[in-house]
């Protein structure tokens, strides 16, 4: 690994170096990423809470309850699913661009600033779509935030690559 002087970025002087806990570009990724899943993982939990808050259940199995009826479309539980659901659409795709973005070997501060916003707008977008709902304009800039932060990935991969196709 070797350092520019006055500058905090590290370049990476081999592709076998990229993915190793050597390259604070992919601890950084590593870490934000961790935080994402757990908050993926916390949706399905609300969605339990919410089910079991408002004794909505989907199947007739999971009806503790004599007096409850199997329903699927209730507002409270849905949001979440949604919420969840778009999680999923978002930030698996997000996952893979960040890895083929840390595979061109970007400035780490950059690239670590990137990770951070990113993440900070996903747990936002789920706060103001799923626990607390907040009129639009906010949820809109959480969601954008996020895939603008991929779409910029992409072409910073695409521009590095285009001479090799």
Known sequence: MSTT???ASQTMTSTGEMFTLENPVFC??????????????????????????YKIFPNQEDLFFKNL???????????VRRA??????????????SLIYISTNPN????????????VARIIHTLVYAV????Q??????????????????????????NFI
């Open 28 to 53: 950084c990724y590593l870490f934000w990423a961790t935080v994402l899943v757990v908050k993926m993982n916390l949706m399905s939990l609300l969605t339990a809470i919410q089910r079991f808050r």
């Open 108 to 119: 780490a501060d950059v690239a670590c600033n990137l990770f951070r916003v990113a993440s």
């Open 137 to 162: 304009p906010s949820r809109i800039i959480a969601f954008a935030t996020m895939l603008l932060i991929t779409f910029y990935m992409a072409a910073v991969v695409a521009l590095r690559t285009l």
């Open 5 to 7: 002087a006055g500058n």
């Open 132 to 135: 607390y709902p907040v009129p």
């Open 84 to 97: 969840h659901r778009n999680d999923m659409e978002n930030i698996l795709p997000y996952f893979i661009m």
């Open 69 to 79: 009826e199997v329903k699927f479309d209730d507002p409270n539980v849905e949001r």
